[in-house]
């Protein structure tokens, strides 16, 4: 609203189209589109086979890890699907952060945890990664409340009327560009993408909404493992996306790009700038 906010930058100089559609469509499930897409993964499983022979037995690296390095290198090589519409206008967001949801313990009925991590592919190695992102999942399956855990909490001890108004606060400030960096960062709905792996429990994906609160313009549900053509290895992704970020073609390229890796996993081992300039 003010032209900055403290998580990211004003995009400027868009076209009349572009800037005119948060008024069009105002809400983000307004402007969603779906895809769905098929990976083959065979190469992918016997990278994870070969990488885990070097790995400590407790940290094994899986298919999940795999589609997070991609994902963030996507968002590296493509930023304009690192945005996202608040107050009618369009924002680059300041860093790469993913959400992803996963089970206590993977039986029926375990809670589910909600983790939220600053991806850094220009910088970090494969194994970096993984390691960081073990280093967020251990201390939550242990049972440690989060920031985010620990507000909402909070919320939960006011009544109805209460918790509505609390929220329409955050809104609010939100819209204005006003909301303190420190609540944002802690809170997993305001990332560059949400990851769900319903493949872990053994279910197929599908698509998922995106949240209006918050800013998470793109939701990703990874599907089981499942025979392809000629009894290769296959996985679906469907992605659920804010259009009024970028155009179909630059994100389709985008997504394009996730696959390759996952199909050419050596890939992955790629810095960003490294990826760019091939």
Known sequence: MFGRRPDATLVRNLGAMRTFMPYISPRRNDSVFHLPQ????????????????????????????????SLSQAHALRPGVNRFVKGGKLWQRDGIWLSFSAKREIKDGS???TIKRRFEPA????????????????????????????????????????IRAALGIVKLADYFGVLPRRMIEADP??????????????????????????????????????????????????????????????????????????????????????????
């Open 38 to 69: 098929d990976i083959e993964v065979e190469a992918a499983l016997e990278f994870l086979e070969k990488r885990n022979r070097e790995r400590p037995p407790e940290r094994p690296m899986t298919l999940f890890h795999l589609f997070l390095r």
């Open 111 to 113: 809670p589910m945890i």
């Open 123 to 162: 910088t970090e190695s494969l194994d970096e990664m993984v390691d960081g992102v073990y280093g967020k999942i251990r201390p939550a399956r242990a049972g440690r409340k989060s920031t985010s855990d620990k507000e909402m909490s909070l919320l939960l001890r006011l009544p109805g009327v209460g």
């Open 189 to 278: 709905l305001f990332a560059s993408t949400f990851v769900a792996n319903l493949g872990s429990v053994g279910h197929d994906a599908g698509f998922h909404h995106l949240w209006e609160y918050g800013t998470c313009s793109v939701f990703a549900v990874m599907g089981k493992i499942r025979p392809g053509p000629g009894g290769r290895r296959m996985m679906r992704a469907c992605w659920t996306y804010d259009e009024r970020i970028e155009d179909g073609l630059y994100s389709a390229i985008g997504i394009a790009g996730i696959a390759e890796r996952l199909e050419n996993p050596e890939l992955l081992d790629l810095t960003a700038e490294a990826l760019e300039n091939r």
